[in-house]
């Protein structure tokens, strides 16, 4: 007597998040282990501290494993040597591509070389991050970089295609990218106060105002690269300063809209052309490669320093910057409108952003 059996195989793999994440912070197998115990895993599972060992190196060597489809997350997909539903496998990619603000604050603005790694164990000590992963994720921003510095279209875009990441993260990855291209000086100690997600925010302004990319989406530069055209007609702004009556007649312009408006008014009043010689030389200067990476100590030293010595509040600076930017409209012998909206967009957004303690 014959029967026909239908069989099905199934090895779809088991995660355990809480030990990819240590896995992903660099600890050895025997401080995971010991961090799992301390957080009562036994007493959940009622296993053994054996089981436990053998169940953590188990998937350790599964990560690992798994490590070489991540560097190229679409093969993830493709792959037949382990089964891993779709929605884990946008968990394994999204979280080995996540990173520490705190490193990322670090490396912002460097060269993604071999000296910037070598460096890698002072960064470490600095942030408490451990080395591996510290490595991990220097490897991923220079595997983002390489693989998107080239492309057209869109950073964000691309780097989403690529990676398969959640647009939170690709934007994130993309100021890394773009910081990391355009090399601005992020370390100064008067910078030092400063954030990832501060810096990660301006440039993100400047991406959407300011590249090649923003004029057209599909030329060859795309996003990473400052349209040198529009930096270099901000050369034209200079005769907001240096037209005795045009200075004159914008002050009025913004003391007026102002009065009774803001709480520093007689420090503008007294202040307006020493900040307006500041904002529109930062543009003018803004056509030679070492003042673009200086862009945001200028900011500091010429504009938000001043204002926080007279004790500006943000609603003041919001007020200020909004009016100094209208009123230049009504000024009857000034032609560089768009080139000066383009300027200043960026400019409000960024200051407004980096004034804080």
């Excluded at 489809?69 to 093969?75: M, N, V, W």
């Amino acid at each position: 007597m014959s029967m026909e059996l239908d069989v099905f195989v199934g090895n779809t793999m088991l995660l355990d998040e809480e030990v990819y994440k240590l896995w992903l912070d660099g600890y050895t197998v025997g401080d995971a282990v010991r961090l799992r115990l301390e957080g009562g895993v036994l007493q959940e599972c009622e296993a053994s501290e054996e089981v436990l060992h053998s169940d953590t190196m188990d998937q350790f060597r599964t990560f690992q494993m798994c490590e070489r489809f991540l560097h190229c997350p679409s093969k993830l997909a493709n792959q037949l040597l382990f089964q891993i539903p779709p929605h884990r496998q946008a968990m394994l990619i999204e979280r080995y591509y996540m990173f520490d603000s705190g490193f990322a604050r670090e490396l912002l603005g460097k060269k993604l070389s071999k000296g910037t790694k070598k460096d890698l164990d002072d960064v470490s000590a600095k942030t408490g991050i451990t080395l591996k992963s510290c490595r991990r994720q220097f490897d991923n921003f220079k595997r983002v970089f390489k693989a998107v510095e080239e492309l057209k279209g869109p950073l964000v875009e691309n780097i989403q295609h690529h990676f398969l990441l959640s647009d939170r993260l690709a934007r994130d990855y993309a100021a890394v990218v773009f910081f990391a291209n355009s090399r601005f000086e992020t370390g100064k100690r008067k910078l030092q106060y400063l954030s990832f997600q501060d810096f990660a925010f301006c440039a993100r302004q400047l991406i959407s105002y300011w590249t090649v990319g923003s004029v057209d989406s599909m030329l060859e530069g795309m996003d990473v690269d400052l349209e040198k055209e529009f930096l270099h007609d901000l050369k034209d702004l200079k005769i907001l300063i240096t037209d005795k009556d045009m200075l004159d007649q914008h002050k009025s312009l913004v003391c007026a809209a102002l009065r009774g408006k803001i709480k520093v008014f007689n420090e503008m009043e007294g202040n307006f052309k020493n900040l307006s010689r500041a904002l529109v030389n930062i543009a003018v200067k803004l056509t030679h490669t070492k003042d673009v990476r200086d862009l945001f100590i200028d900011l500091v030293e010429k504009f938000i320093e001043p204002c926080r010595s007279d004790r500006w509040a943000v609603g003041d600076i919001r007020l200020f910057l909004t009016h100094y930017t209208s009123t230049a409209h009504k000024l009857d012998t000034f032609r560089h409108l768009v080139i000066w909206d383009r300027y200043m967009g960026v400019v409000k957004s960024c200051i407004l952003k980096m004034y804080h303690d």
